[in-house]
């Protein structure tokens, strides 16, 4: 279509990089691929994000890995933003020089 569209991604590893060297290589195609994409890009990530961590606990199980990631995404769809995260990455936005909240992070503490 002509709608121009980008896609940005951040993973912090815990206990190791293979999590996020997985969600960094198969998160965008699970994004792209989701059928959902045009018309809800929102759920696009959302189930995209558990379709990824779902394929790597897979993976995790079979090849005995013990690692972990935060992530965050940034979708931009013409003139939106869509933010999608998981741990406590965080995204910030400045505008105009002033910084503006988009999110607040998943914190143990929180409910």
Not at 26 to 38: K, P, Q, R
């Amino acid at each position: 279509d002509d709608i121009d569209r980008a896609y940005f991604a951040v993973f912090d590893g815990h206990g190791g990089v293979d999590a996020a060297n997985y969600s960094a290589t198969h998160l965008h195609v699970n994004v792209g691929l989701h059928e959902e994409i045009v018309k809800n890009p929102a759920e696009a990530l959302k189930c995209s994000f558990q379709k990824t961590d779902d394929m790597f606990l897979f993976k995790a199980k079979r090849e005995k890995l013990r690692s972990g990631t935060t992530g965050v995404s940034a979708l931009i769809v013409g003139n939106k933003l869509h933010i999608a995260w998981l741990g406590d990455s965080q995204v910030m936005l400045v505008q105009q020089g002033k910084a503006v909240t988009l999110m607040e992070p998943h914190k143990p503490e929180r409910e």
